[in-house]
């Protein structure tokens, strides 16, 4: 496979990096990367710095595990990992239609739990959702959530955790109060307006669009920018994670990734998906940083946000140990056969706060996308847990 020809057929010859330089592109590309998993429950304030990232820089491709360190930046003018965002886009496959809608997302939370034979962290808050929507109003629409086993993050989070006692009951603190998660997964339970099947519902998805409004979107990345990642809309969003809305290239950045994140979650057609997905990269703040692994244990191409700062008080009665203020960005990984997304997580930068004793990579929190499919009959949750 030579994935340069690839590039070069599609978006023409840029200006040659050297032999070197390929040659430690290609071997970071294809390195493989560990697992992870997340999801929030810290308040959080924000200050009002934003890193720069250097307009000239170009992002080189490596990969980004948990615990390692952030990617760094090259003077190579060839940014191969936007051309391999770029490449992911255009191989967005043929979506079929069907009747219902299903979407199985994975979402999780890190804490960081001190014992005495040593501190580890642990992947709490877990849980899984699922729901499908009729694609006509009055074909019905479901919606089910599960807790999943709370579990230590890495081998070496697990070896400390059995040093612990391996304790099935994990008590952390949760954003302002003390809350134990479970080793052990709970069944099934519909929730939402009224428990179980809404038959009357369907036929509406992201912003209350229609299926039939989805499949006439524009697939010009400008205009779907316009549609989607307008400055309204990420200042909205950027308010209700709690983030400062002064620092409004790193905060926009970030919130045009988690805007992203739920309209490439909803029926799009491929080339809408392509459109969208070009527009997000094209986007100031936001950088193309090579091939990650996803909370799943799956490997993709991404994108991230500028960093910025988080600062975590005593204001809501928080122990001391765990004040302080972090970096992290927000990262999206695509699947680079198919162009779907696989996973929004949150990615430590600089260490602090809660997170002072881990390292750049470490995952804040996350939403993984199982599946999002149509499908011709009713779905039904999964029986077998996702790890």
Do not use: C
């Not at 994935?3 to 590309?29: H, Q």
């Not at 070496?156 to 479970?182: F, H, Q």
């Not at 307006?193 to 979107?217: M, T, W």
């Not at 930068?349 to 004793?357: D, Q």
């Amino acid at each position: 496979m030579d994935d340069l020809r690839t590039v070069r057929e599609k978006y023409g010859e840029p200006v040659p990096p050297t032999l070197g330089e390929m040659a430690e592109a290609r071997t970071r590309m294809f390195q493989d990367a560990p697992r992870r998993r997340v999801r929030p429950g810290w308040r959080l304030k924000a200050g009002a710095v934003v890193v720069a990232a250097g307009a000239a820089a170009a992002v080189a491709i490596v990969s980004l595990g948990p615990g390692t360190p952030a990617p760094s930046t090259s003077t190579n003018p060839v940014d191969l990992g936007r051309l391999a965002v770029l490449a992911a886009a255009d191989k967005a496959e043929s979506q079929p239609t069907g009747n219902y809608w299903q979407v199985d997302t994975v979402s999780g939370q890190a804490y960081v739990v001190p014992a005495k034979t040593g501190t580890y962290a642990i992947f709490g808050a877990h849980d899984e959702s699922f729901n499908w929507v009729g694609a006509k109003r009055g074909m019905g629409e479901a919606y089910y959530g599960r807790d999943l086993p709370a579990h230590p993050q890495t081998p070496r989070d697990e070896a400390l955790w059995r040093r612990a006692g391996a304790p099935s009951s994990i008590r952390v603190w949760s954003g302002d109060n003390w809350a134990t998660y479970t080793t052990k997964a709970t069944k099934w339970t519909s929730y939402g307006p009224n428990v179980g099947v809404q038959p009357e519902g369907g036929g509406e998805f992201v912003d209350g669009k229609s299926a039939e409004e989805l499949r006439n979107l524009p697939t010009d990345p400008g205009k779907l920018a316009a549609m989607f990642l307008g400055t309204e809309t990420t200042d909205r969003i950027a308010a209700a994670q709690g983030l400062d809305p002064k620092a409004r290239t790193g905060m926009g950045a970030r919130g045009q990734i988690m805007r992203s994140s739920a309209v490439l979650r909803a029926p799009i057609p491929p080339k809408v998906r392509a459109g969208l997905m070009k527009a997000l990269a094209a986007r100031p703040g936001v950088h193309a940083i090579g091939r990650v692994a996803d909370p799943l244990g799956r490997t993709g191409v991404a994108l991230a946000s500028d960093d910025s700062p988080m600062t975590v008080t005593g204001e809501y009665g928080g122990p001391r140990a765990y004040q302080g203020t972090y970096r992290s960005r927000q990262v999206l990984v695509f699947d680079e056969r198919t162009g779907a997304l696989l996973s929004r997580q949150e990615t430590l930068t600089v260490p602090g706060g809660p997170y002072a004793r881990m390292k750049p990579g470490f995952v804040i929190e996350y939403q993984a996308n199982r599946s999002t499919v149509w499908t011709d009959t009713k779905p039904k949750p999964p029986t077998e847990l996702p790890f």
